[in-house]
């Protein structure tokens, strides 16, 4: 094995650093996070920090890099509280990649990458139409993470669109079938695969 210390990591140039400091997880869901501004501008970054925070309500944390340039989609979720979080497939995946290009705020990455927005009363951000599985939140907190000056961003879930025929009755969702990927560093990408299912775990009885 090798050992690689804080150190060695300090050294690495810095492209490298992040697509290794990024590959430590593992496979991470990639998705777009669709959001607007007040002015009506919307806005679709690729995000691999989503998680599973809470299921009474449903929870969904969300990490955003250091506020230290433009962040539009924080930025925007922070003037509208409203926010879509959008599964990637592979129809979409270049155009989910490209939507990690820095576009001025005047440009809607939906618009410069071709992707269709989708609207639901009542829920003011965008979902992204060619998405089989989606869903809308709406900010509860953000808290800040000082060690690195990141911020979590916890939103609660308002809405969700799935087809149908990949929800099971146990609540399971079919991702296999759904086609959602998985990424790691900046530029990779993954399809899953379901090597077998478990039942769920109790103790053993000896």
Known sequence: MKNITPA???EMDKIARVQFANSL???KPISLVGSIDAAGRTNLAPFSSVTHLGSSPALIGLVSRPDIVDRHTLSNILETGSYTINHVHSGILEQAH???ARYPRETSEFTATGLEEHFEPGITAPFVAESRFRFALELVE???IT???TILIVGRVTLIQILE???GTDGSVDLLA???LASTALDTYYQLTEPRRLPYAKPKKS
Do not use: F, K, R, V
Request: glycine letters at 10%; aromatic letters at 0%.
């Open 8 to 10: 060695d990591l300090a």
């Open 98 to 100: 490209h939507c990690s």
């Open 147 to 149: 060690a690195n000056d």
């Open 25 to 27: 997880p593992g496979p």
């Open 142 to 144: 953000t808290i800040p």
């Open 165 to 167: 025929e990949h929800l």
């Open 178 to 180: 759904l086609g959602s």
